[in-house]
């Protein structure tokens, strides 16, 4: 991978666009021109959405895409911070960020074939790796799964990158009815893949780093945890390794699968 | 920013170059901001809280958000004296020479915080000790010895007669009459005391039943705690005749002038450094503003100067 001028700044950002894309999703695209440039897949920003005093801490997001001097993140309605985002009109300029930050995907050389598994919002931080890798002209498959159809997101994304999409949902909406790691677990028996990337709900990248490791491919996810500072300060966003407790926002958010130790308190 | 105000303060025997300092546990020991922050313009850095052996800290969550404020249970992990010395202070020595380092120590007994005292007097790169005896989120020692005048004490005694250093002893909040414990500790040898620690305090999801925090209960921070720390300081400051390191929700320099005139004669930076890792030196830059704006001289001449 290119190395580039990647250390983390104060920027501040202007809203370009924001729409809904799923439900209770948001599609956020800012004028961040210092972190597009730099960005890499997988790597995250800890955006500020509110200047008040009432709700004070930044809030860590992937960074789905990046382009020119665009950066776009996916987010879910879950809250006070990500329903302020969703009231964000275009030109807001209220905003700032910190980015970029962490540790992405790890690409080696030499790689061909990749099978990316994107669970719900997990496929934040797939996009812009799926287009890296297509880029560089390796194969890409992709797995998603969504409980249902409408909360499926990202599927244009991979669509316009990958030779091969299987989809699966939990009320079978669209695609095969179930969990995103039937296709996986399928794709993973029929195909050679030099690598696999996952990100989603724990559980779900715990049950394709089990199945990637059996298929004996090796496994990078991507793990969100809670945190105040994004810069590697606080030690709020642990996780359990086999060499002990790490930062997700420094030493992570990607991980080599076999390195997580998944039953961790 | 102007360079004709003049921002040295002193801290007893402690000559700084500015009044603003981090605050244990938000700053690390400073190379995570380094990309964002001159730390050369800290008046010092105050290193997260040092233990003898390795700590493992709590479990996770440990972190939840409240109105104006977050609680946290981090629970002081952290590498252990040795590992401080080989990494944090040898990277200060070499990247943040001109910055005073004080050391903040942790400890479940009074020996413990006297071997991590004991251990770093052979080390050049440490100004001062700042004794937590406030954290809220350990079980043995931390809060504990905070929260009793004798205990309070004994454990400063006791650090006391292990250096000539400055010794500064962090309060906890969580009392009936700080400035007893501030007294205290000043007749068993501190030569400053920094207030306020976090406020013991505890979030519920209702939707689940369940604690936000793993731990249950934790500390609260940011904007939310200011008036309490704000009132603490006031009364620590008619109670003791050594100096103050004021902090507590400080966001901006207005917040940071506020703990001054309360008697503070330097302030540190805390939550405030997860929201903006620039706001050390935003502090600094809007404290000079203030000095022009009202024709103050020296930004010593600020503290105590509360006009009641």
């Given at each position: ?265 | ?22 605050a ?44 104006s404020g ?64 406030s ?35 962090k309060l906890s909040p969580n009392v009936?009459?700080i400035a007893?414990?501030a ?10 005391v920094s207030l306020i620690n976090t406020l013991l305090g ?17 500390g609260l921070s940011g904007p939310a705690i200011k008036p309490v720390a704000l009132r603490m300081v006031w009364q620590v400051a ?6 103050i390191i004021g902090m507590g929700g400080i966001m901006?320099?207005t917040d940071a002038v506020e703990f001054m005139l309360a008697g503070a004669?330097a302030v540190a930076i805390g939550t405030a ?33 509360l006009?009641?």
């Amino acid at each position: 991978m290119t190395e580039r001028h990647n250390t983390p700044a104060l920027e501040r950002v202007t809203v370009l666009a924001n729409d809904r894309v799923a439900q209770g999703v948001g599609l956020m695209r800012l004028q961040a021109p210092r972190c597009a440039a730099s960005v890499r897949p997988g790597q995250f920003v800890h955006l500020r959405v509110a200047r008040g005093a009432d709700i004070i801490l930044r809030r860590p997001f992937s960074v789905h895409r990046a382009r020119g001097e665009h950066v776009e993140i996916l987010y879910q309605i879950v809250g006070t911070g990500t329903l302020r985002m969703a009231e964000k009109i275009v030109g807001d300029d209220s905003m700032d960020l910190v980015g970029p930050l962490g540790h992405g995907w790890q690409v080696p050389d030499g790689i061909a074939h990749a099978l990316i598994v994107a669970g719900g919002l997990g496929a934040a931080p797939l996009g812009m790796l799926a287009e890296d890798l297509a880029a560089r002209g390796v194969a890409v498959s992709v797995a998603m799964g969504a409980p249902t159809k409408e909360r499926l997101v990202a599927r244009d994304v991979f669509e316009r990158v990958a030779r091969k999409i299987e989809i699966a949902t939990d009320d079978g909406s669209v695609g095969e009815h179930g969990l995103v790691t039937g296709p996986a677990e399928r794709l993973l028996a029929e195909e050679n893949f030099d690598a696999v990337y996952t990100c989603g709900p724990q559980a779900m990248q715990r049950a394709v780093a089990r199945l990637a490791a059996d298929a004996d491919v090796a496994c990078q996810v991507s793990l969100e945890r809670l945190m105040a500072c994004g810069v590697g300060a606080c030690v709020s966003c642990v996780v359990s390794t086999v060499g002990g407790l790490v930062r997700a926002c420094v030493d992570g958010p990607v991980f080599d699968a076999e390195e997580v130790v998944w039953d961790a308190p | 920013m102007s360079v004709d105000v003049d921002m040295r303060v002193t801290l007893g025997s402690l000559e700084l170059r500015s009044p603003v300092l981090s605050a244990s546990g938000t700053f690390a020991s400073g190379r995570e901001f380094s990309n964002f922050v001159d730390l050369s313009r800290l008046g010092a850095l105050v290193t997260k809280g040092v233990s003898l052996d390795p700590w493992p800290g709590n479990a996770s969550p440990r972190i939840a958000e409240t109105a104006s404020g977050m609680l946290n249970s981090i629970g002081l992990q952290n590498p252990g004296v040795e590992a401080f010395v080989a990494k944090d202070l040898a990277w200060l020595a070499d990247s943040a020479p001109e910055t005073p380092v004080i050391v903040n120590v942790s400890g479940h007994s009074v020996g413990e915080y006297v071997r991590v005292i004991e251990r770093l007097e052979s080390e050049s790169g440490v100004a001062a000790y700042e004794v937590n005896i406030s954290c809220p989120n350990v079980d043995a020692g931390g809060m504990a010895f905070g929260t009793d005048s004798v205990a309070a004490a004994e454990v400063t005694a006791a650090c006391r007669a292990a250096t000539k250093r400055p010794l500064i002893v962090k309060l906890s909040p969580n009392v009936t009459d700080i400035a007893w414990i501030a007294a205290a500790v000043e007749g068993a040898g501190a030569d400053g005391v920094s207030l306020i620690n976090t406020l013991l305090g505890m979030a519920i999801d209702a939707e689940t039943r369940k604690p936000k925090l793993a731990r249950v209960v934790g500390g609260l921070s940011g904007p939310a705690i200011k008036p309490v720390a704000l009132r603490m300081v006031w009364q620590v400051a008619r109670a003791v005749d050594v100096p103050i390191i004021g902090m507590g929700g400080i966001m901006d320099a207005t917040d940071a002038v506020e703990f001054m005139l309360a008697g503070a004669s330097a302030v540190a930076i805390g939550t405030a450094n997860f929201i903006d890792p620039t706001a050390t030196v935003r502090v600094l830059d809007g404290l000079a503003e203030y000095c022009h704006r009202h024709g103050i001289e020296r930004i010593g001449d600020v503290v105590g100067a509360l006009e009641v």
